[in-house]
T-cell receptor, first 114, second 114 residues
Framework: DSGVTQTPKHLITATGQRVTLRCSPR?????VYWYQQSLDQGLQFLIQ???????AKGNILERFSAQQFPDLHSELNLSSLELGDSALYFCASSPRQGLQETQYFGPGTRLLVL | AQTVTQSQPEMSVQEAETVTLSCTYD???????LFWYKQPPSRQMILVIRQEAYKQQNATENRFSVNFQKAAKSFSLKISDSQLGDAAMYFCAYPTGTASKLTFGTGTRLQVTL
């Protein structure tokens, strides 16, 4: 158990809908990362927050947004869902940000868009 | 572009034998960590081992060890005394950018046979 929690574990929804994925980082970790794992794209970085502030964006679609709250939990919002958004979404956390930090991953949320 | 190359899409090892998974990367940084993550059928991302690039000594974690060649930018994972539970996808990764997002290789699927 990494100490990172993600809810829900599974999500099945329809095209055009909106969903929210939730992540609670390890106790004391200030940095939260979101990654998407799809069959054809592998593991892709989406966005990173540090102590409530957005610090970096990767290949995140405009239909997707995220935020980190004062208690450091984070939410990833996916809207106007398309079939291609079906993927495994991971949250990872680390104490700070830097090249000498270790990211610990949550169990992931499996999203299926029908 | 920052890249991670895992040239072995699939590997097979017999139980109790040793196997080495290869990884090469490309970074201009001098101090950084390198990681191997394991993804079993449950799809969780589990940290296997990490290497600090400024340390010459290769990291070891029980049956897992690395062969780190900084000048060659090579970071292979050796699994000794392979067990059935080692069967999984293995990803090599390293952090890049100010946000230290992880860049992943495409993975090596390890099969363990009796």
């Amino acid at each position: 158990d990494s100490g990172v929690t993600q809810t829900p574990k599974h999500l099945i929804t329809a095209t055009g809908q909106r969903v929210t994925l939730r992540c609670s980082p390890r106790s004391g970790d200030l940095s939260v990362y979101w990654y998407q794992q799809s069959l054809d794209q592998g593991l892709q970085f989406l966005i990173q927050y540090y102590n409530g502030e957005e610090r970096a964006k990767g290949n995140i679609l405009e239909r997707f947004s995220a935020q980190q709250f004062p208690d450091l939990h984070s939410e990833l919002n996916l809207s106007s869902l398309e079939l291609g958004d079906s993927a495994l979404y991971f949250c990872a956390s680390s104490p700070r940000q830097g090249l000498q930090e270790t990211q610990y991953f949550g169990p992931g949320t499996r999203l299926l868009v029908l | 572009a920052q890249t991670v190359t895992q040239s072995q899409p699939e590997m097979s090892v017999q139980e109790a034998e040793t196997v080495t998974l290869s990884c090469t990367y490309d970074t201009s940084e001098s101090d950084y960590y390198l990681f191997w993550y394991k993804q079993p059928p449950s799809r969780q991302m589990i940290l296997v081992i990490r290497q600090e690039a400024y340390k010459q000594q290769n990291a070891t974690e029980n049956r897992f060890s690395v062969n780190f060649q900084k000048a060659a930018k090579s970071f292979s994972l050796k699994i000794s005394d392979s067990q059935l539970g080692d069967a999984a996808m293995y990803f090599c990764a390293y952090p890049t950018g100010t946000a230290s997002k992880l860049t992943f290789g495409t993975g090596t699927r390890l099969q363990v046979t009796l």
